[in-house]
């Protein structure tokens, strides 16, 4: 109210402001003669007056109170010898002093109050908007915070419905958090082992604690993501699988500063995974057997042939003949069923093997069809060096894929398969044997190609039972190798080259595969365009 009452005084014409100043300088001089003591101050209230007029009346209202207080009080209140007179100088002289004096400083203190004025606005409206501000602030943290615990929630729930844990693990501070799920799903309390990145050694099982520790000291060293399956035992004692996968992550400046991952359970994955590859292992077993039987009977036929004709001899020399031709078919059968025995034996741990006998025993196997089908084989082994395997397993590779080649080739056709001492595409530093084999059957296009390796996918629905390729690709993962696919439909160069990398020693890795070129069917170019 009072701000709006000098704003509309302010507002005055200033004609209008100088008369209520000369009135404001009559009472100020009038309340001065009024009180007889004050008439040794005259100027006691007259200073102030004009002071207050130039605060609220401007530069005009305070010019009229001056002006007409100094001439009542001379008028009034000075004795007659220093009274005023336009003859005299001085008294002149001290009129136009107070006038400008007391209205200067009238002006001046009121600009120094508007300037107060303004600035305790100002500094109130930084108050008001410094409040403002931490309201919003904070209900942008209220928000944020509401957010964040939805988000968490809706993480946990995911987590929960998948099945997955999440750990973080703090590496400036060594600390690992672990998600009550992750608790779970090793049959522990939430919380129980604490965020000691040791702690969880205790529920791993004692046979993969050594590679578990080695790869998470080298994703922590070299700053590489991982993936890695190992076993975990609960407090009942069941033993379960999990697959761990972790991801880094770095600081502005590059420094490895945490490495968060998820861990699933993946038991009955795995389980279902063991008993497709028994299945497929029978499969391929009926398969070879009916190979097997198939190549014995020709010379079985032989001997009851040469049997029959021992019983028509007429001599003894001509009976011994036929009793030598009817030994060599027997060694002939023996043989055979001997690589099969060989290879077909289930063993427990990687052994030092030769490619090359796996792959005679196994075509061995196969002649009686290839020579049936019209199939010529070319078979090139440069410089082998053995490689510790699986044998059964590596005989089931090849069975599988050279019982494609030959249907893929029904009315004929050339297969080639070369092994070689290699190195992994994937990493260069790996050595090993790598095998191709290349057909010059009907091929496939490019959506087969890319669905060849997944489980029950089969291009035979009357005789195949979908898991040929995939168990390759299992069997040739689980040592730690590689296999590639490429094939042709086109008229006259139709094909399809497998290569295949087993490494010197199973490493069993997991990393992800890195792009390599397509040489090896540059080098079968030739078979597949005959």
């Given at each position: 109210m009072k701000l709006l009452t000098a704003s509309v005084i302010e507002n005055l014409p200033w004609p209008l402001r100088t008369l209520l100043g000369c009135a404001i300088a009559v009472l100020s001089v009038g309340i001065t003669y009024a009180i007889h003591p004050l008439h040794a101050f005259p100027l006691l209230l007259a200073f102030p007056t004009v002071v207050l007029c130039a605060w609220f009346l401007g530069m005009a209202g305070s010019f009229g109170c001056a002006l007409v207080d100094v001439v009542l009080i001379d008028?009034?209140?000075?004795?007659?010898?220093?009274?005023?007179?336009?003859?005299?100088?001085?008294?002149?002289?001290?009129l136009a002093v107070f006038i400008v004096l007391s209205t200067l400083l009238g002006e001046m203190i009121r600009r120094f109050a508007d300037q107060k004025a303004e600035l305790k606005s100002q500094q109130l409206k930084r108050s008001l908007?410094?409040?403002?501000?931490?309201?919003?602030?904070?209900?942008?943290?209220?928000?944020?915070?509401?957010?964040?615990?939805q988000r968490d929630e809706q993480l946990q729930i995911a987590l929960r419905?998948?099945?997955?844990?999440?750990?973080?693990?703090?590496?400036?501070?060594?600390?690992?958090?672990?998600?009550?799920?992750?608790?779970?799903?090793?049959?522990?309390?939430?919380?129980?082992?604490?965020?000691?990145?040791?702690?969880?050694?205790?529920?791993?099982?004692?046979?993969d604690r050594h590679l578990l520790e080695r790869k998470m000291e080298n994703s922590r060293e070299n700053g590489g993501d991982y993936s890695f399956h190992y076993r975990i035992v609960r407090p009942d004692g069941s033993i379960r699988w999990l697959e761990s996968q972790g991801r880094c992550q770095f600081d502005g400046a590059g420094h490895l500063t945490r490495i968060v991952g998820v861990v699933a359970d993946v038991t009955l994955r795995r389980r279902a995974e063991e008993a497709m590859l028994r299945a497929e292992k029978l499969a391929v077993a009926g398969r070879l057997a009916a190979s097997v039987a198939h190549e014995i009977n020709n010379p079985l036929e032989a001997v009851a042939n040469l049997l029959y004709l021992i019983t028509l001899s007429s001599t003894a020399d001509e009976a011994h003949v036929h009793a030598r031709s009817a030994l060599d078919e027997l060694l002939r059968v023996s043989m055979i069923t001997q690589s099969t025995l060989k290879f077909h034996r289930q063993a427990g741990t990687p052994k030092i093997t030769h490619l090359s006998e796996v792959l005679e025993g196994v075509l061995a196997m196969f002649r009686a069809r290839l020579k049936a089908a019209?199939?010529?084989?070319?078979?090139?082994?440069?410089?082998?060096?053995?490689?510790?395997?699986?044998?059964?397993?590596?005989?089931?590779?090849?069975?599988?894929?050279?019982?494609?080649?030959?249907?893929?080739?029904?009315?004929?056709?050339?297969?080639?398969?070369?092994?070689?001492?290699?190195?992994d595409w994937r990493d260069g530093a790996t050595e090993g044997m790598r095998v191709t084999i290349g057909d010059t059957g009907t091929g496939m296009d490019r959506a087969t190609q890319q669905l060849s390796f997944e489980p029950f996918f089969t291009t035979k629905p009357e005789t195949g039972t979908g898991l040929g390729m995939w168990v390759v690709?299992?069997?040739?993962?689980?040592?730690?190798?590689?296999?590639?696919?490429?094939?042709?439909?086109?008229t006259g160069s139709s094909?399809?080259?497998?290569?295949?990398?087993?490494?010197?020693?199973?490493?069993?890795?997991?990393?992800?595969?890195?792009?390599?070129?397509?040489?090896?069917?540059a080098e079968f170019d030739p078979l597949v365009r005959r």
């Open positions: 008028a009034l209140m000075t004795r007659y010898e220093l009274r005023f007179s336009t003859g005299f100088v001085s008294e002149t002289a001290r908007l410094l409040a403002q501000t931490q309201r919003q602030m904070a209900e942008e943290r209220a928000r944020a915070g509401e957010a964040l615990r419905a998948s099945g997955l844990g999440l750990w973080a693990w703090e590496i400036d501070e060594d600390k690992v958090f672990r998600s009550d799920e992750l608790y779970r799903i090793v049959g522990r309390k939430p919380g129980s082992l604490g965020p000691d990145p040791e702690a969880w050694l205790e529920v791993v099982h004692p046979e019209g199939i010529v084989l070319d078979l090139n082994v440069a410089g082998e060096r053995a490689i510790a395997c699986m044998p059964s397993e590596a005989q089931q590779v090849f069975a599988n894929l050279l019982s494609n080649a030959i249907e893929a080739m029904s009315r004929g056709g050339r297969l080639r398969i070369r092994l070689r001492p290699s190195r690709a299992q069997l040739v993962e689980r040592h730690g190798g590689d296999v590639r696919l490429w094939s042709s439909t086109h094909g399809t080259v497998v290569s295949m990398f087993l490494p010197m020693e199973p490493t069993g890795l997991e990393d992800a595969e890195r792009e390599a070129g397509k040489g090896a069917l």
